[in-house]
């Protein structure tokens, strides 16, 4: 019965976004609960798939019963299992905060299209992660941007259609780019499935160099497009910032990371630590990823809009996990996964508190954000742990990070990372500063002095509340995450 | 003469790769929406053409079971299926972009990107 | 100049005043204070055995068991840390109604900290107090209590007690008493962590707390000024803290252990790295401290705190910077100890000791000369917690460069350290109450207050002979033992400390010049007539500095009761020669004739300086600006930023021509580093943003190249 966890989960979303259009008509109450009880469903699910990997170990599924030659084969192990419940819980979380808030700038008849989106969404970012084949990865990433870019353009506004435009553009240029590379490795080795394909990769290097290597090329490439790693980030900003509050935060929060996910399986997986050092591509990634942290930030210092900024602020984290996977080594690569779950939480929190803001108050210029604070107090401290964690500043998981990063920088023997994850996090205090310093410390027009709960629905505040406890319960407390962590990066090799 | 036999001999990869490239073109350069559009599904058909190009197999016969020529060499069914499911993925994207060139076209009223862009850092400085 | 803001109410809820003796806070506090001074004293004694009273407790039952229930108590750390927390949690539920119940919180909660301290000072005596938290933080955290922590601990609960009764008076005048009172909380929690820490993790993470929560105390009165100072502040905290955080990752990459023992053992073998990580400790703890390149922030953020929270800026937490450079330099830094004054392994300590000599006495000679030139009280009193700490530092730096002779300049930093946070916190009270009374800080514009306050002249004068260093007043004591470290370096060591010594005197006369400056124009002179109309009463602010003074002239006149119980315990439980100790340290002659000649030349010269400086009119003098700091470091990076702009749109900067005149400024005083660079990445941004955006297709060809030929060229390497 465990064995058949993983199918199920992919066939509950799936079904819950085949069902909603019969309920759209009725009741739109009946619609969340439903999809919060499927979420929750997979939720339990996951737990146990994870306490069975755990103890049990690993184990392969095969779709329709076919040989993994020819057909598609799901692995389930600690990597995709601890994984595919990080992005449950958080979209879980992120999903009760958009009951209360899907309506900020989606016309009502519109709900019923977005959990639509939401669910396959959902449905193949679990994909992604259970695959265990490259052209199946390839045909979810399809389906997963394709939702993306529909979830951007849902707001019917015209920067969403210039945004979900050059979303669309760059990411079929990078999907196109990663099938061309499949193609390559499946020309050497005359398979699509990962295990298969790294044995023949393996064997094939000394004879099939050229294929192998230009196959790495493409694939990097074309997957740096779609997790917006550095001079790649060009579609983010205006994506992330433009789609609803709610869904920038899954966006930012969970479906980048499946991207840096599939990336870290291909490097790790496919080719192996081997063939990725003999062609140099740790030096690409770290160059890149040390560029993106400072570049993004000095991007995220000039913007007006504080959503652009948060996206912009996300460029420069990306850089952070892409540096964890460029020191290919086992620290580097904990520190990267441990980043990916703590920007995940910090950025859920930001956008929604920002979102929060926006819905209450209609505000998205970072110079009004004057006496915010007195107003929308649970807003603005879940907004300002986020922010600390993002500096860095101890108790935050963002401290967690940064001093995992930096012993795995010291491991790798590259101090000069170390300066680059300062001067980063210098950067980062000063865009999040200000706007804490006059959210809580500056007088507005209304001169509301007494700080007062403010009024939006309990389904957004809860959210709120959780995430900035999760920062910091994962901050103080981080060592159990870090062991599952290691598990999950011993179980790649 | 080698040059030569090597270069018959790999002209499908030869020619997708040069595929690839009009594709890359015709989206670097032109600023009309329509016509990225067409230079990414130009990149597509060389994509899709080299996998195809992979499954073949010379003097290969169709995968169809023939029972009267047990040993027909048949070419690799496997990317043409693998690519089939490609097309559609493509054929949908580019279904997508174009109905977002239509309601760009709605709400900008024009579909090149220079003047898009010249707008939306217009409505930003505002 | 109206530090208090005028408009709207001071604070949210009356203040009653209670009828009858004591139902008066005054009295009330003071009674506070009164048991918890007696408490300790007879604690102490009682512990070493003195009068009898331990045997006293030990003879009845109920007694001994909630004695020897409390001093084994393991948790006592966190209790101590956890009281304030709980007295913020307090006065936020009850101190809604009523300032003086939120106060009598407050106060009691500093009480009860200060109790359960000296509840670990029988543990301290023995071999400390050690608890050890796993799993938090991932590494752990750990609190451990020797004599030197212990010495921090009671110096600070009792002067934030004192600090908390005089703020009760003082915080009427200011608006948002309650979020004053909270972040008060939460610094002191803070601090106390800070001292307790027992690795440097623990450090970091409560110093890191104490940094953003006394960013909202010196944010406090929300004045263009006060955002100023504030940015100042925090961001060179931040700084500071990214120093350390490099410090400690390099540490537990080379050492493997964060706590604070003995790693000159691995780190001897390091080369240029063990220079690199103390170098970073010194410049991250610097900044707290408000070392000489890096004080930039101090003389912003002092004065433009509430007076209450000044004091204690200055008093308590520059002090913890001075804590963290002497904690981990006597730890990380000193072989074990036993270890023979021969070993090749002072080296290292050598070498950092005598960078930090130099690096105290640059402070020391920057703050004097800034302090003289000042005019605000305030200002002043800020350049000369530089100055002082400046004197703790290069204490520090003897004890670090004499190796096992090191005893002196340490048990000078120490007794500095106690004294300076005795008399500076008072000094900035006075000053406050200057403030409180007249509203002015100015004090070429006050004069001949001695006959409005007479109290406060008294203090004042107390507090200014023990920062000049005179006998009979605490600062001549750790001065002269500061001095005889100085002495001693340049003895056992290299002549070149000869000319150290010759400025610490001359500072200390500088020190002298500016205390007799400070007392002249403020208390002597003629009283200006707007003045005359001040009718002080006796307050909370009196008793908060009378006792403070007391103290001050008690150290004075005992100065072997904090050597023989705070400081030579540290001492013996250092790698120290204990025979040095023994003859120099424990046998001690304070008052000798050297010290009392040394001290009198320091204040003829003092005066000297005052008369010269007034008759010169040396104490205007315009420094040009092209001599400060700030445009020294910043001119290169500022010609970058106002080039970059020229770089990128060849002549004609185009974009928003107000914001680019501002960037475009030459005086670095109008517009600091941070906001020139902010404005740059504006103007980056609006150049490339959308070109890049624009140009999505073609970053992907270049990069898909340029990454094929990298891995081509690579490989064929």
């Known amino acids: ?493 | 003469m080698s040059f030569l036999d090597a270069l018959i001999d790999h002209i499908n990869y030869i020619g997708a790769m040069a595929l690839f490239v009009i594709g890359l073109h015709t989206v670097v350069t032109h600023s009309n929406l329509i016509k990225r559009i067409m230079g990414i599904n130009i990149m597509g058909t060389a994509v899709f053409l080299f996998f195809v190009a992979i499954g073949n197999v010379t003097g290969g016969v169709p995968p169809i079971i023939d029972q009267t020529n047990p040993d027909a060499v048949y070419i690799n069914p496997l990317p043409s299926v693998l690519i089939l499911t490609g097309i559609v993925v493509v054929v949908s994207i580019t279904v997508y972009s174009l109905s977002l060139v239509i309601r760009i076209y709605e709400t900008h009223g024009t579909i090149d990107q220079e003047e898009i862009a010249k707008m939306t850092s217009e409505d930003r400085d505002q | 100049m109206g530090l208090f803001k005028k408009e709207g109410k001071t604070c949210n809820m009356p203040y009653v005043k209670k009828k009858g003796f004591f139902g008066s806070f005054t009295i009330q506090s003071s009674l506070v204070v009164l048991f918890a001074l007696v408490f300790i004293a007879l604690f102490i004694i009682g512990v070493r055995g003195d009068l009898g009273i331990l045997s006293f407790v030990q003879d009845i039952y109920v007694l001994r068991v909630i004695y020897d229930f409390l001093i084994h108590l393991a948790i006592l750390p966190v209790i101590i840390i956890a009281f304030p927390v709980l007295g913020v949690f307090g006065l936020m539920l009850f101190g809604r109604n009523s300032c003086n119940s939120r106060d009598m919180i407050v106060i009691f909660m500093t009480l009860f900290t200060i109790l359960f301290t000296l509840f670990m000072y029988p543990a301290v005596l023995e071999e400390g107090v050690h608890l050890t938290i796993p799993s938090i933080l991932w590494l752990g955290i750990s609190f451990s209590v020797d004599m030197l922590g212990f010495t921090m601990l009671m110096i600070t609960s009792l002067l934030w007690l004192l600090v908390m009764v005089y703020a009760h008076e003082y915080m009427k005048k200011e608006m948002h008493c309650n979020r004053f009172f909270v972040f008060m909380g939460i610094t002191y929690s803070a601090v106390l962590g800070t001292i307790m820490a027992g690795d440097l993790l623990t450090l970091f993470l409560f110093f890191e707390i104490m940094t953003f929560a006394s960013y909202m105390l010196v944010i406090h009165g929300q004045r263009e000024d006060s955002y100023h100072a504030g940015y100042n502040y925090i961001f060179m905290g931040i700084i500071g803290g990214f120093a350390i955080l490099v410090a400690m990752m390099l540490l537990y990459f080379t050492v493997g252990d964060l706590a604070f023992t003995s790693g000159i053992a691995t780190l001897g073998e390091l080369g240029a790295m063990k220079y690199w990580i103390i170098g970073l400790l010194v410049f991250g703890f610097g900044i707290k401290a408000g070392m000489a390149p890096v004080h930039v922030w101090l003389p912003r953020a002092h004065p433009v705190a509430p007076t209450p929270a000044s004091a204690l800026l200055s008093g308590i937490m520059i002090k913890l910077g001075a804590y963290g450079i002497l904690r981990v330099a006597t730890s990380y830094y000193f072989p074990l100890e036993g270890t023979p004054g021969g070993d090749p392994v002072w080296l290292t300590t050598h070498a950092v000791g005598s960078a930090i000599i130099w690096l105290g006495i640059i402070t020391m000679a920057v703050g004097v000369f800034f302090a003289l030139q000042q005019s605000n009280i305030k200002r002043m009193l800020a350049y000369h917690s530089i100055s002082q700490m400046g004197y703790i530092v290069m204490g520090i730096g003897v004890a670090l460069y004499l190796g096992d002779l090191g005893a002196m300049g340490y048990a000078g930093a120490i007794y500095h350290i106690i004294n300076h946070a005795l008399f500076k916190s008072l000094l900035f009270m006075v000053a406050g109450v200057v403030f409180y009374h007249t509203g002015e800080s100015n004090m070429y514009k006050l004069g001949g207050l001695w006959r409005k306050l007479p109290l406060t002249a008294t203090v004042c004068l107390i507090a200014a002979l023990g920062i000049s260093g005179i006998p009979l007043f605490n600062g001549f004591i750790s001065k002269s033992i500061l001095h005889h470290g100085i002495v001693e370096a340049h003895y056992y060591g290299h002549g070149l400390f000869y000319y150290a010594e010759l400025i610490f005197i001359v500072i200390s006369a500088g020190t002298v010049a500016s205390f007799i400056k400070l007392f002249y124009y403020v208390f002597l002179r003629k009283m200006p007539e707007q003045y005359k109309s001040i009718k002080p009463e006796y307050n909370n602010l009196d008793t908060a500095m009378a006792v403070i003074a007391i103290i001050i002239v008690f150290i004075g006149l005992n100065p072997r009761f904090i050597m023989t119980t705070f400081i030579v315990p540290q001492l013996n439980s250092m790698p120290y020669s204990s025979e040095f100790v023994q003859t120099y340290i424990v046998g001690l002659t304070f008052f000798t004739t050297e010290d009392l000649l040394t001290m009198l030349v320091v204040v003829i010269m003092g005066f000297g300086i005052f008369i010269f400086g007034t008759k010169f009119h040396l104490f205007h003098l315009k420094i040009p600006y092209w001599l400060s700091l700030e445009y020294l470091v910043f001119y290169p990076m500022n010609w970058v930023i106002r080039n970059a702009c020229q770089l990128m749109y060849g002549d004609e900067c185009k974009y928003n021509e107000k914001t680019l005149k501002r960037l475009a400024l030459k005086n670095n005083k109008e517009i600091g580093f941070l906001d020139r660079f902010v404005i740059m990445a504006n103007v980056f941004n609006v150049r490339y943003e959308g070109r890049m955006i624009k140009s999505d297709a073609f970053i992907y060809t270049v990069f898909i190249t340029g990454v094929l030929v990298f891995m081509l060229v690579m490989r064929a390497l």
């Open chain 1, 1 to 493: 019965m465990i064995t058949q966890l993983p199918i199920i989960n992919l066939l509950l979303f799936l079904g819950m976004a085949l069902i909603i259009p019969l309920f759209k008509k009725r009741s739109f109450s009946l619609t969340t609960n439903l999809g919060l009880g499927v979420l929750f469903l997979v939720w339990i699910s996951s737990i146990v798939l994870l306490y069975h990997v755990i103890t049990e170990g690993a184990f392969y599924y095969q779709l329709g019963n076919y040989d993994r030659m020819l057909g598609i084969e799901l692995l389930i192990n600690t990597f995709s299992v601890l994984f595919s419940l990080f992005i449950v819980s958080l979209v879980i979380i992120i999903y009760i905060y958009s009951t209360g808030d899907a309506t900020e700038g989606v016309a009502e008849k519109e709900y019923g299209r977005y959990y639509i989106l939401l669910f396959i969404l959902l449905f193949a970012m679990l994909g992604i992660l259970y695959t265990n084949d490259l052209f199946n990865t390839y045909v979810f990433m399809e389906i997963l941007s394709i939702t993306t870019v529909s979830i951007i353009s849902i707001k019917r506004k015209k920067e969403n259609y210039t945004a979900a435009f050059r979303y669309v553009m760059l990411n079929e240029v990078g999907s196109l780019s990663y099938l061309f590379g499949v193609a390559l490795l499946y020309m050497i080795t005359g398979y699509t499935n990962i295990e298969l394909v790294s044995e023949g990769v393996q064997s094939g290097w000394s004879l099939y160099p050229a294929n192998i290597l230009t196959a790495i090329g493409f694939m990097v490439t074309g997957i740096g497009i779609k997790a917006a790693i550095f001079p790649f980030h060009i579609w983010l900003p205006d994506a992330h910032s433009t789609a609803p509050s709610s869904s920038s935060a899954i966006l930012s929060a969970v479906v980048v990371k499946v991207y840096i996910l599939i990336m870290i399986k291909i490097l790790f997986r496919v080719f192996g630590i081997d063939i990725i050092q003999a062609v140099h591509i740790p030096t690409v990634l770290l160059v890149i990823a040390s560029i993106g942290m400072i570049m993004g930030s000095i991007f995220a210092i000039a913007q007006t809009d504080v959503k652009r900024m948060l996206g912009y602020s996300s460029v420069a984290q990306i850089g952070y996990i892409v540096m964890g996977i460029g020191m290919v080594s086992m620290l580097g690569l904990q520190a990267a996964f441990f980043h990916i779950f703590s920007h995940g939480l910090m950025k859920a929190a930001l956008f929604l508190s920002v979102g929060a803001v926006i819905y209450h108050k209609k505000i998205r210029n970072v110079n009004e954000f004057d006496g915010i604070g007195f107003q929308m107090p649970v807003a603005m401290f879940v907004f300002s742990i986020a922010a600390l964690g993002m500096i860095g500043v101890p108790l935050t998981t963002g401290f967690i990070s940064k001093l995992n990063l930096g012993l795995a920088a010291l491991d790798a023997g590259q101090v000069v990372l170390i300066v680059v994850l300062i001067v980063s996090g210098f950067l980062n205090a000063l865009y999040y500063l200000p706007i804490m310093i006059s959210a809580f410390l500056k007088d507005n027009k209304d001169q509301q002095r007494v700080m007062r709960v403010e009024k939006i629905p309990k389904t957004m505040l809860v959210p709120l509340v959780v995430l900035g406890g999760l920062i910091i319960a994962i901050g103080l407390f981080p060592g159990e995450l870090l062991s599952l962590l290691e598990a999950a990066a011993l179980s790649l090799t």
